[in-house]
């Protein structure tokens, strides 16, 4: 049953996206169709994960009682919370400041680049700018004060991807094997589930060396770094909210260095976390994470049947 569930929610969670982005968001391309309609399309394929799990629970009449959403001890696991809220932002900055250390020519804090982006992107949209670069320049600031209210912004599109991913695969895989595996092989879906949006530019543009396929196997690494994050802080709490916050940061504020690089970076590189150096600091969290599953466990410790009992509860015995 296990496994017919995981096949029939993966099956759903490519089918619904897939469709959406191939019957919507391909004709704007070939189109050329520009601007907030395309990354509206690109956003609602975001809900497909949720909407494969919720429709899997009735399909298998799994239902909703483990759900992982409620927090769970909340007193004893909110230092999880604090940590997938801000955790990703510092990660971010710190790999960002990495990739400017190594490559100080590319460091502009006049943010000619963004600047210039903007002007061509007005421009290819046929509206002329308002306001002056001194604007745009203190608009980007002005952005950069609200990363820290990221997760929240972006909470309701991600929480569409990690009911589906953190919430119900992970848990489903860990039936079927230990967590190392779960971790990758987890990683690997959801890395390929984007391969449509990657294919058209999303995260590493168009044109490098062996695309599409260099793409796809980058942003296959990529989710697995932050899945491991993303797992983590899920299993520790017994709920996929945690991730929902992290996920949101990583969102809102994944462009924060690119707004400094003279040349945009490379998303291959850096200053954006997709990046080997703008990721490396991702890297590290990953691989401390990944071996503290695998050796404490990924029991929640605070879920046991008895104040004596020594061996705790699976999250799944006691999530409502």
């Avoid at 099956?11 to 391309?29: C, D, H, I, N």
């Avoid at 200053?271 to 990924?298: K, S």
């Amino acid at each position: 049953m296990e496994k017919k569930r995981i096949v029939i929610y993966v099956a759903l969670a490519y089918g619904l996206a897939w469709a959406l982005w191939f019957a919507v968001v391909y004709p704007m391309v070939n189109g050329g169709g520009l601007g907030t309609s395309m990354q509206l399309a690109i956003a609602a394929g975001m809900f497909a994960p949720a909407i494969a799990a919720a429709l899997t629970r009735l399909i298998t009449k799994e239902g909703f009682k483990d759900a992982w959403i409620k927090p769970r001890a909340f007193k004893k696991t909110w230092r999880y919370y604090v940590l997938a809220w801000f955790g990703p932002l510092v990660l971010v900055l710190a790999g960002a400041a990495l990739y400017f250390l190594i490559n100080p020519a590319d460091f502009d804090p006049s943010m000619s680049y963004v600047i210039q982006a903007t002007h061509e992107q007005a421009e290819a949209m046929g509206v002329e700018l308002a306001i002056d670069d001194e604007t745009i320049r203190l608009t980007q600031i002005a952005s950069l004060a609200t990363l820290v209210i990221a997760p929240a912004i972006n909470a309701v599109t991600c929480f569409g991807e990690e009911w589906g991913w953190r919430g119900y695969l992970l848990p489903h895989l860990l039936e079927r094997f230990s967590i190392i595996p779960t971790l990758l092989i987890s990683g690997i879906i959801w890395g390929i589930w984007h391969a449509p949006i990657t294919l058209i530019g999303h995260n590493y543009g168009l044109g490098y060396a062996g695309y599409p396929f260099t793409g796809i196997a980058a942003m296959c690494l990529f989710c697995i770094v932050l899945g491991v994050f993303m797992s983590y802080v899920t299993l520790r709490t017994g709920s996929c909210l945690p991730a929902v916050f992290a996920h949101g940061m990583v969102n809102g504020s994944a462009a924060a260095g690119i707004i400094f690089s003279a040349t945009g970076g490379n998303p291959f590189v850096g200053p954006a976390p997709t990046g080997i150096l703008g990721g490396a600091f991702f890297i590290v969290a990953a691989i401390f994470m990944a071996v503290d599953l695998a050796r404490n466990g990924w029991e929640l410790p605070v879920a046991r049947k008895t104040a004596t009992s020594e061996k705790p509860l699976d999250p799944r015995e006691v999530q409502a």
